[in-house]
């Protein structure tokens, strides 16, 4: 599991109660753990499986899981999909093709909305998947609330099950964290850089181009300086990101380069002598 430093609380705060995931009748192990891994990428514990072709507990959808042993570990088994969602107040069908059975359709975006207001009340709900080759029946379909299908081509709608299901994990979990991600730029530790100082950049590269004759013939100076300018304006530079371009230029112009007093020089952070 990779570990991230500075994590945003904002990505951690979810209050609402998270859906459960049902796999009804997996073949393939390997399937049962890329699953378990999708869902622990967006912060989903609760796997039920229904029939396993191949039992359980399974070391193949284990190593599948890429460490996801929290999922795993949970694993829950039952032998009809009735008992699985027992305990469940709402529940999704997830299907790729049209169906007989008389039910609202929604896209994953819609579902995770609805799903995260009832988990939100402290309802239990889940997501219904069917099999790898040929999904869920009708009568499962039944059983469910609503039908939950993605926005695919429909000419080849067919996703393997741990796509299906970290798809509708993503939209669950943007919906109950409003979008927060992870983490953002600091401008605590990359302050952007002042006016002052990306004005003496562009005069010292601007100068180090005159002494090889770039600007040609002069009286097109005026305009590419402009454009030079505007090439580096659009970057939003930061404080580090200017000294950096100042020691280019320098290392060009063949000058001699220092460490700043202030920095440490094994970060790397240098200054010309101009």
């Not at 190593?63 to 529940?91: P, W, Y």
């Not at 007093?261 to 952070?269: L, M, W, Y």
Request: net charge negative.
């Amino acid at each position: 599991m990779t570990r991230n430093t500075n994590i945003r609380d904002e990505a951690r705060q979810i209050d609402v109660r998270p859906p459960a995931v049902i796999l009804c009748e997996p073949q393939l192990g390997e399937n049962i753990g890329t699953a378990a891994r999708a869902m622990a990428n967006f912060g989903l514990t609760d796997l039920r499986i229904v029939n396993p072709r191949d039992g359980w507990p399974s070391e193949k959808a284990r190593a599948a899981a890429s460490r996801a042993d929290h999922v795993i570990d949970k694993v829950q088994v039952f032998d009809s999909v009735e008992a699985a969602i027992a305990d469940l107040t709402f529940v999704f069908a997830t299907t790729a093709r049209s169906r007989e059975v008389p039910k609202p359709v929604r896209g994953p975006d819609e579902a995770a909305e609805r799903v995260v207001g009832l988990g939100a009340s402290g309802q239990a709900t889940g997501y219904l998947f069917g099999r790898e080759r040929w999904g869920l029946n009708n009568d499962e379909v039944a059983l469910a609330d609503e039908i939950v299908t993605l926005p695919v081509d429909p000419d080849f709608a067919s996703l393997n099950i741990a796509q299906a299901v970290l798809v509708c994990a993503y939209e669950w979990r943007k919906i109950a964290t409003k979008g927060a991600l992870p983490f953002r730029l600091s401008e605590d530790e990359n302050p952007p850089a002042s006016k002052d100082d990306v004005m003496r950049f562009f005069e010292h590269i601007e100068g180090a181009l005159d002494n090889v004759t770039f600007f040609r013939p002069p009286e097109r100076r005026p305009h590419m300086v402009r454009t030079l300018r505007n090439i580096f304006q659009k970057a939003n530079l930061t404080d580090q990101e200017v000294r950096a371009l100042r020691g280019v230029v320098a290392a060009l112009e063949k000058r001699r380069t220092r460490p700043r007093p202030d920095q440490d020089t094994a970060s790397g952070d240098i200054e010309s002598d101009a």
